[in-house]
């Protein structure tokens, strides 16, 4: 893995470069202005913002402007994607955000759909901020192993954005099986990993790795945190992780800002 990633955790100062880093990343006049209007008038959709350091935890960043747009783009992204796999958000009436963290994609779905919406996070803090402020859906706490605290085939649509890329191969296999768990028959999975776009954060065996069809993965030991994080190409995912699916669309991440995981649209086969 990166050796600086490693060297930094090892003396106990990865969180504060990644804080550092995400401070200055894009600072300039107009963000401060942005955010202090934000702060200050609160946010276009009507639900409250959430404090700096849950923004951090998620998405390292401090900015709330960052949060609000990249869920706005990740979200309509997933609903033009889900559309041309000819399974519309708008046809589904029950979803889960699983790793939903504090609400970010959650809080651009009432604008685009009347399903009864859940969120599942294994972060109890994240999960207490979102049952405060978003009363639109209702939020649970898991562990960060399965099971999920819901029965079989509760659900339409479950979608898992940036969560299967900070989990080693175990927790994906187990949580790919427990989200179809969840899923009714025939319902629908989209869920994102690192592929090529993320290259530039693996070494030369890494990156052999990945490309033979293997996952790589740095800090293992910290599964499920954001300093985790695994990489794959489609071949390791149809091959570990799409038993008992069929693949409905793959989509390519692209250099743009916040798009540039790997997305799977997914539908559960009969038992
Ligand atoms: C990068 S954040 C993305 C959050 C949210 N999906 C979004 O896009 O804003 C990853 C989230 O996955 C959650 N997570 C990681 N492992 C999890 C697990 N085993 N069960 C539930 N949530 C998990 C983390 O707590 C965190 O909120």
Not at 69 to 74: E, L, Q, Y
Not at 222 to 246: K, M
Request: hydrophobic residues 40%; contains cysteine; charged residues 25%.
């Amino acid at each position: 893995m990166n050796r600086i990633k490693r060297l930094l955790a090892a003396a106990g100062l990865l969180e504060f470069a990644r804080t550092t880093r995400s401070f200055v990343k894009g600072l300039s006049p107009a963000l401060l202005a942005s955010e202090l209007r934000l702060r200050l008038r609160g946010a276009p959709d009507g639900f409250p913002l959430p404090p700096a350091d849950l923004l951090f935890t998620v998405i390292a960043t401090r900015w709330a402007s960052t949060f609000l747009d990249s869920g706005a783009r990740i979200v309509g992204a997933m609903e033009r994607e889900l559309e041309y796999a000819g399974r519309p958000l708008s046809n589904f009436d029950t979803i889960l955000d699983f790793g939903c963290g504090c609400g970010r994609l959650t809080r651009q779905l009432p604008a685009r759909t009347n399903a009864k919406l859940f969120g599942c996070d294994y972060n109890p803090r994240l999960v207490r901020w979102s049952s405060e402020h978003l009363s639109f859906a209702e939020f649970k706490i898991n562990f960060l192993d399965p099971p999920l605290p819901y029965p079989d085939a509760s659900f339409d649509f479950v979608f898992a954005r940036s969560v299967f890329t900070h989990l080693p191969e175990a927790g994906q296999i187990a949580w790919i099986e427990e989200l179809r768990r969840v899923l009714k028959p025939d319902g629908v999975l989209y869920f994102t990993t690192h592929g090529r776009q993320f290259f530039d954060q693996l070494s030369k065996s890494e990156a052999e790795t990945v490309l033979k069809g293997g996952l790589a993965v740095h800090l293992a030991e910290e599964a499920g945190r954001n300093i985790c994080s695994s990489f794959a190409l489609p071949e390791y995912v149809s091959r570990h992780l799409l038993q008992g699916f069929t693949l409905l669309r793959f989509v390519p991440g692209t250099r743009e800002d916040h798009l540039r995981q790997d997305s799977y649209i997914v539908s559960k086969d009969p038992a």
